[in-house]
């Protein structure tokens, strides 16, 4: 039966050694530099978090769960208030991506890893009372699990499917999986029972379900892991397989992808740190504007028209003519590259739901024309600004901020997480939390630094 139905074994061993490397793997294996990247990625996650704990629509997610659930043990991001550890991690996973603040995977794959994995292990850590240096080998993991199967599925993101939905929920499900010391084969079926569960359209960019998407992810990657503990199985061959994942949701598959170099090529340390809280393909363009203005100092009101050189994916996913919420925003390239200009800055602020109708704003959107460059990278971008004056400012950016080839200092993130903080009701000083995320590796219980991050 199991020929029919095209399952039978293809004894690759790839998800059975995938899932054998993160079960042995110890925090003592980890490069220094490694270690250090978890510390960068865990405060600008947080901050992320911190900043969408007070938004109205987060609350009305709080309201729902808290009415179905009596559970505690696990915190809930700037709230007074516990839940169990499925309900915290749905909850903050969505705040860490409600504003498209959060870090960005982009070698290979598109994902924010972190809104998933860390909601997952923060909240599932704190109710099973692991350590610093646990959260920080999970977190490591999650990063490994979630971009290498990605890369095993290249047209994944083709298809139509929100890769934070899916793969965040493998992210999830493996960095659970360490959290609870499972062992290789409890480790391989909670990669498959995350697996089976993911999910997530990109047809909902620009609502509140693309964050709900990174939510679920974390919430149903810590049920795998307890049901792979629980005896819970799986196919060993989840990756793979016939009707593993890289078939069932990419054309084609690069299966080499999933365990080559493992222990030496650390996904981490490829990272994306996010300047401006919009989809990260247009970070280029957005730094390309703001360097337009700030060198020229003309009016935009005096510009005539925009060319913006830019690579073909970025007007696919965000191309929103004329968005008319704040969320719909974060997906137009012509508001992005607008702000840009006018603000000299594409932070929380200009993707509100008044700066989306903005009258300076939407003047400025009708001149930007995308032109699409196939030979062009996704982190590179290429403007044109003319002016009523006959002046032409040309700008070019070979690598967007914050990404591998041009990334941002620690400083910034720990700026940017102030600015985050600013302002939200904490029961300690936003300070604290920075300092307590450095010395992570000293800290003996992770629920010491989830008390910080409560609301009063």
């Known amino acids: 039966m199991a020929v029919e139905y095209g399952v039978a074994p293809l004894e690759l061993g790839l998800t059975r050694e995938f899932s054998e490397f993160c079960s042995n793997l110890k925090f003592d294996d980890l490069p220094r530099e490694v270690i250090e990247e978890a510390k960068r990625g865990i405060l600008d996650w947080l901050g992320c978090a911190i900043a969408a704990s007070d938004n109205p629509r987060i609350g009305a997610l ?20 516990e839940l169990g550890p499925l309900e915290a991690a749905l909850i903050n996973g969505q705040m860490g991506h409600f504003y498209d603040y959060d870090d960005t995977h982009m070698g290979g794959v598109v994902l924010h890893t972190s809104s998933p994995v860390l909601a997952a292990i923060l909240s599932l850590g704190e109710n099973k009372r692991k350590t610093g240096k646990d959260i920080m080998l999970a977190y490591v993991l999650g990063f490994e699990a979630g971009v290498r ?111 080559k170099n493992l222990g030496s090529d650390w996904i981490i340390l490829t990272n994306g740190y996010k300047p401006y809280a919009c989809g990260i393909v247009q970070h280029p363009l957005i730094d390309a504007m703001i360097t337009a203005s700030k060198n020229t100092n003309i009016p935009h009101d005096e510009i005539e028209a925009v060319d913006a050189l830019i690579h073909p994916h970025t007007i696919t996913i965000t191309g929103v003519e004329d ?3 704040g969320l719909k925003s ?23 739901d008044a700066r989306a109708v903005a009258r300076d704003v939407v ?14 990278r996704k982190d590179q971008c290429e403007v044109r600004v003319k002016y009523q004056n006959g002046n032409i400012e040309t700008v070019k950016v070979d690598h967007a901020l914050g990404t591998t080839k041009n990334p941002v200092s620690s400083d910034f993130l720990v700026d940017k997480f102030l600015a985050n903080a600013d302002g939200k009701s904490l029961r300690s000083k936003p300070k604290a939390i920075v300092e307590a995320i450095w010395n992570l590796e000293d800290l003996p219980d992770i629920a010491k630094l989830m008390s910080l991050t409560k609301g009063t």
């Open 62 to 81: 709080i309201k729902t769960l808290t009415e179905f659930s009596s559970n505690s043990g696990a915190t809930v991001i700037g709230q007074q208030g």
């Open 149 to 259: 199967v990605g890369q095993t599925a290249p047209s994944h993101h083709d298809g139509g499917w929100h890769l934070t939905g899916t793969l965040g929920t493998l992210g999830a499900g493996v960095a659970s999986a360490s959290i609870l010391k499972l062992d290789p084969e409890k480790t391989t079926f909670a990669l498959g029972l995350s697996a089976t569960q993911a999910a997530g359209m990109q047809q909902n960019r620009g609502t509140m379900s693309k964050s709900f998407h990174a939510g679920r992810a974390a919430s149903n990657g810590i049920l795998a892991a307890l049901m792979a503990t629980s005896g819970y199985d799986s196919s060993d061959e989840i990756v793979e397989g016939r009707r593993g994942f890289s078939k069932i949701y990419s054309k084609n598959q690069n299966y080499d992808f999933l365990t």
């Open 323 to 325: 968005p008319q919420t």
């Open 330 to 352: 974060k997906f137009s390239l012509k508001h992005s590259a607008a702000v840009g200009y006018i603000d000299r800055h594409a932070g929380l602020s200009q993707y509100s």
């Open 363 to 376: 003047s400025l959107r009708q001149k930007i024309n995308p032109v699409p460059k196939d030979d062009f």
